[in-house]
């Protein structure tokens, strides 16, 4: 069986960062071909990068620069790639450029499109509005002309946390299902701790952007006697380096732009509490916060908008979403081995519900079900 994919980014952007997961765009090895339609002119060889389509033939067909602009001209030329593929079915990881082109494809051809969210795209919206008029712009137009024909072309729509939920039932007739990104277990379970990091440890993981709020526990380090290590790359790394020496705690709070992820359940193992302040319209259940579940540590996040929990009501410790509070609860774990104990035994119960064998099975399932031309 062939799959063609339409990734949100060149294979070379994920290898950049360490994000090469085994089988990530294969579940279960259920494909013996899998294709990707890059938006670059050179993307990485695939020898570099097999892990993530497991044992299956992989081919990278890198097309070129597409734009908003541009995609009428260029859609041709997808034609003909995925013609002389013969996939069995699509897949797009959202539903923008990328989405539309897999669409297009779906209509010409009769294939069956798979289509995840990942993100809160009218929210997405909002925080642009306020902060980047051009990419509000764009964001109007795909809201308007893109984003309802992709999820209205698609036979299948999944979401990995609730809170994506209204925005699909408002731009389609579609009813999303929930499919939590997946974590492995055992390999999270059991990272080696660091030697050389400086303990106590607070860890906290994902892009250098504005949802994630990292500003914030930067702040918050200024009343903990500890240390913050933050993993991760992006727009704010001058910016937050700049507020770590403002606040005076470079001694204390350092960043990482970034580990790669067959390293990076160590240094998951060598903290003692994982915490990440981001935006709760946007995120309910980030992936950095299923690995820290996995590792067993206890956890800090706001709380959630009413009715988008995923159900960690027993699981971490929810905070108001501002310096005080957070610098308050880590420090009350810090202070007590029983509290801390408790919530690492809760972390490491829900993971099993996000655990890769799990996850990969219901994937796989979807798939084989487009393709025998079953619809929910």
Not at 80 to 85: A, G, L, M, T
Not at 180 to 193: E, L, T, Y
Not at 368 to 373: D, F, H, P, T
Request: aromatic share 8%.
């Amino acid at each position: 069986m062939k799959i063609c994919i339409f990734p949100n980014d060149p294979i070379k952007a994920y290898f950049e960062k360490g994000e090469i997961k085994n089988c990530y765009y294969n579940p279960d090895n259920l494909f013996d071909e899998v294709h990707f339609i890059s938006l670059t002119k050179n993307d990485i060889e695939e020898s570099r990068v097999q892990k993530l389509v497991g044992t299956a033939n992989m081919k990278i067909h890198s097309v070129g620069e597409i734009s908003l602009i541009n995609r009428n001209k260029e859609i041709k030329k997808i034609f003909k790639i995925v013609e002389e593929i013969k996939p069995d079915v699509l897949r797009s990881y959202n539903p923008l450029l990328e989405g539309w082109l897999a669409a297009k494809c779906a209509k010409k051809f009769n294939i069956p499109l798979f289509v995840s969210l990942h993100t809160q795209y009218d929210h997405n919206r909002q925080l642009a509005k306020k902060n980047n008029l051009k990419k509000y712009l764009a964001m109007k137009y795909t809201e308007k002309f893109i984003e309802p024909f992709v999820l209205q072309t698609a036979n299948k729509i999944t979401i990995i946390y609730k809170i994506i939920q209204p925005y699909v039932t408002k731009h389609s007739s579609k009813n999303p299902e929930l499919l939590h990104n997946k974590v492995d277990c055992d390999r999270f379970a059991n990272g080696i701790p660091i030697d050389t990091i400086s303990q106590p440890l607070i860890l906290s993981v994902g892009n250098l952007i504005s949802v994630k709020n990292h500003e914030l526990l930067i702040k918050a380090m200024k009343g903990i006697d500890g240390k913050l290590l933050i993993i991760g790359n992006g727009e704010l790394y001058s910016k937050l380096n700049a507020l770590i020496i403002d606040y005076g705690v470079q001694h204390k709070v350092n960043i990482e732009k970034s580990v790669p992820h067959e390293k990076i359940q160590n240094y998951y193992k060598s903290a003692k509490i994982f915490a990440l302040a981001y935006n709760t319209e946007v995120e309910s259940l980030p992936m950095p916060v299923m690995e820290a579940m996995a590792t067993g540590l206890p956890i800090v996040i706001p709380f959630p908008k009413k009715g988008y929990s995923e159900g960690l009501e027993e699981t971490v410790l929810f905070s108001e979403n501002n310096v005080l509070a957070f610098t308050n609860n880590i420090k009350k774990l810090l202070e007590s081995e029983i509290l801390m104990g408790k919530y690492s035994k809760k972390s490491l119960e829900k993971a099993k519900e996000f655990d890769i064998s799990k996850i990969e099975h219901k994937e796989s399932e979807i798939y084989s079900k487009l393709i025998r031309g079953i619809k929910d």
